[in-house]
């Protein structure tokens, strides 16, 4: 769900082995950074006018991660919530009824009162994407890039 920046690192790994102490530790800042920020974006949007949903659990499903090892720093940013892959590539819902869990009827608040049901039938719908974790990291991939590409060089200059 989470959109990446990939590079084939095989024949990098094997003439690098690991990385210079200094380069490493200026791509763990950028990574770190750039994974605050971009985790901040995610949020900003799920919670503004593009899903015009409440998205408080949707929100808070959001997570960041860095992790590293001697010749690599990685970050991870999404959400492994059902719910964030549901607003993210849309979902069709076919028609269906909705009966009772616990009790005999369900309870319904309408405009003219309450109303108790033995069944419900839905008429299904259509989730439309929302596309919050693809837009964000579109947004900042150019500065994502620039950042580790600035860091490394930063890194080695200082090494």
Known sequence: MAGEVVIDRTRLDYRLGRLEPAVHDALVLAVTIDAGDLLGRMQS???GDLVQVRTGKFRKSFKASVRQRPNKVQATVGSKSPLAHILEGGANIPAHDILPKNKQALLMQMASGKMFAARV???GGKIDPKMVVHTAFDQMRGSIEADL???GHAGAASA
């Open 121 to 123: 039938h839905s008429p």
């Open 45 to 47: 949007l799920a919670g």
């Open 149 to 151: 590409i600035e860091a």
